[in-house]
């Protein structure tokens, strides 16, 4: 059974930095490109980034871009998203999610096959 497991979430002030790590098993994780996406509350689920499986192109969305930095390292089936400059804006729970390897839609959550449950990251002002 495919598995993802994020940790590294907790309570930081504003300027302070995270780092989230995200574990996969039971899936050939090599194959598989690796997003981080996150949800305010009351909000939907919106697209943070993405790092490919075989080149580790990553890509960012405008709002995180410069402040925060994904990452992998295939030998522990494990993505980092280092997030920097925090902001209260940034308060929300993140999820790891992969999907197969040249998959074209990466901001759209239909186009992910799994998920994990997420991990909380709050920052205060």
């Known amino acids: 059974e495919a598995q993802l497991v994020e940790s590294g979430g907790g309570l930081v002030q504003a300027g302070g930095s995270l780092r989230l790590s995200c574990a996969g098993s039971g899936f050939d994780f090599d194959d598989y490109a690796i997003g981080w996406f996150r949800q305010a509350p009351g909000k939907e689920r919106e697209w943070v980034s993405r790092?490919?499986?075989?080149?580790?192109?990553?890509y960012y969305a405008d709002s995180v871009k410069g402040r925060f930095t994904i990452s992998r390292d295939n030998a522990k089936n494990a993505v980092y998203l280092q997030m920097n400059t925090l902001k209260p804006v940034d308060t929300a729970v993140y999820y790891c999610?992969?999907?197969?390897?040249?998959?074209?839609?990466?901001?759209?959550?239909?186009?992910?096959?799994?998920w994990g449950k997420g991990t909380l990251v709050t920052v205060s002002s």
């Open positions: 999610a992969a999907q197969p390897s040249g998959s074209y839609y990466y901001t759209l959550t239909d186009f992910w096959d799994y």
């Open positions: 790092i490919d499986s075989s080149d580790g192109r990553s």
